[in-house]
């Protein structure tokens, strides 16, 4: 029995690490098929545990540097790669460590270079929820007008940026998993469904409708709904935190269901 246990034991976590393999698969050719594009100026910010951000980075890399745009190993720009690093591909700060004003005023002169060997230039700035507040100030600029061969990614661990450098960004929130189904019930199909969720949980304390929006923050990333999650995911750790009151918390679920109206239009300084 103990040989049979942990025989299941063993292949929970194969499972486990499959899931997260192909979830991570799934966020990187979201993210990379925003900033990868042709012309695509918008940079992108990724939000996820720190374990992940290295091969999230470099698998981003490979598909934005790739001519191809898939990582294809046979252009110029796949054969230029020696493990970690190929020509085009510029870090800002080290793993758990932000860089300092000095290098963020760098990654203007570096992103503008014209591409060694590959489709574009890319930056990543590590552990950007910790940068200063003049680090992310001078990061302004380049955030807003993005070199059309250059390509420019934060890593966070925590959804944290000054709104002004938030609002130059497209912000994509990561989760292994889905999260657990609110109230014990399935996980509903659709806009509709989640709708007549909100109109039975008006009672609720926010902090314990945190709880609840969070099984819904996974269902949209089950559908590979990466932007409704990380909008709904914002309004809970708001919510969370009690910075927003039931009524208040629901209304923004609403709108950004519908999508009709930006979260960080009526959040202001709070977004």
């Known amino acids: 029995m103990k040989n049979l246990g942990e025989t299941m034991k063993g292949g929970k976590k194969e499972r486990e690490a499959k899931n997260l393999e192909n979830n991570l698969s799934s966020f990187v050719d979201e993210v990379s098929s925003v900033v990868g594009s042709d012309g695509a100026r918008l940079p992108v910010a ?23 745009g898939d990582g294809c190993g046979t252009c110029s720009a796949c054969r230029a790669w020696s493990k970690t690093e190929q020509p085009d591909l510029i870090f800002f700060g080290a793993p758990g460590e932000p860089p300092g004003i000095k290098d963020c005023r760098k990654l203007w002169e ?18 950007s929820h910790k940068l200063s507040l003049p680090a992310a100030n001078s990061l302004l600029k380049i955030s807003e007008e993005t070199p059309s061969t250059g390509a420019l990614i934060f890593l966070l661990e925590e959804n944290v940026l000054i709104p002004t450098l938030r609002s130059r960004l497209r912000l994509f929130q990561f989760r292994g998993s889905v999260g657990p189904e609110p109230g014990g019930e ?4 659709g806009v509709h469904e989640f709708v007549k969720w909100v109109g039975k949980t008006r009672k609720l304390e926010s902090k314990v409708l945190a709880a609840e929006i969070q099984g819904w923050v996974g269902f949209f990333l089950g559908k590979g709904d990466h932007c409704r999650a990380a909008g709904l995911d914002t309004i809970r750790l708001m919510a969370e935190k009690g910075k927003l009151t039931t009524p208040m918390a629901q209304d923004l679920v609403l709108v950004s269901l519908e999508g009709e109206v930006r979260l960080e239009e009526l959040l202001g300084d709070n977004w």
């Open 46 to 68: 990724g939000v996820m545990p720190f374990s992940l951000h290295m091969d999230f980075a470099m698998a981003c890399a490979r598909k934005i540097l790739c001519f191809s």
């Open 110 to 127: 570096e992103l503008s270079l014209k591409p060694v060997i590959s489709r574009k230039r890319v930056a990543v700035i590590h552990s």
């Open 186 to 189: 399935a996980t509903p199909p």
